[in-house]
């Protein structure tokens, strides 16, 4: 998939895989690639930023924990990012329903 067709919805993904509990970086990773079928493999020059930019915003907050006996940063949603979630679900719903509208027309009617 190409990457320019993320770009306006990295932040909701990254939301999304973190609405059912906290994860780490490279865990975040995972969950998109594995719930997206291997589509969104994100490199973590593209990850670790944008959730540093999320935390900034307060949609996210941080906390170093032990897992598997590593340190790691988890990362989980605040209620300003369950909110701004549920907002990015619904700007995604409507774009994808008038996409939807244009390109699932075959064939287009046509023209006089």
Same mark, same amino acid.
């Given at each position: 998939?190409?990457?320019? !067709? @993320?770009? *306006?919805? %990295?932040? *909701? !993904?990254? @939301?999304? +895989? %973190?609405?059912?509990?906290?994860?780490?970086?490279? =865990?975040? $990773?995972?969950?998109?690639?594995?719930?997206?079928? *291997?589509?969104?493999? @994100? #490199? &973590?020059?593209?990850?670790? #930023?944008? !959730?540093?930019?999320?935390? /900034?915003?307060?949609? $996210?907050?941080?906390?170093?924990?032990? +897992?598997?006996?590593?340190?790691? /940063?988890?990362?989980?949603?605040? =209620?300003?990012?369950? =909110?701004? %979630?549920?907002?990015? /679900?619904? $700007?995604?719903?409507?774009?994808? &329903?008038?996409?939807?509208?244009? %390109?699932?027309?075959? #064939?287009?009617? =046509? &023209? #006089?």
């Amino acid at each position: 998939m190409r990457p320019e !067709l @993320l770009k *306006g919805h %990295l932040d *909701g !993904l990254l @939301l999304a +895989v %973190l609405e059912p509990h906290p994860l780490h970086g490279y =865990a975040v $990773i995972d969950a998109v690639r594995s719930a997206s079928t *291997g589509a969104f493999d @994100l #490199p &973590t020059g593209t990850v670790y #930023p944008a !959730l540093h930019r999320l935390e /900034r915003a307060g949609l $996210i907050v941080s906390e170093d924990e032990v +897992v598997g006996g590593r340190r790691r /940063r988890m990362y989980r949603l605040t =209620a300003a990012g369950v =909110a701004a %979630l549920s907002q990015q /679900r619904t $700007i995604w719903h409507q774009f994808a &329903t008038a996409v939807d509208a244009v %390109l699932g027309r075959t #064939p287009w009617p =046509a &023209t #006089p």
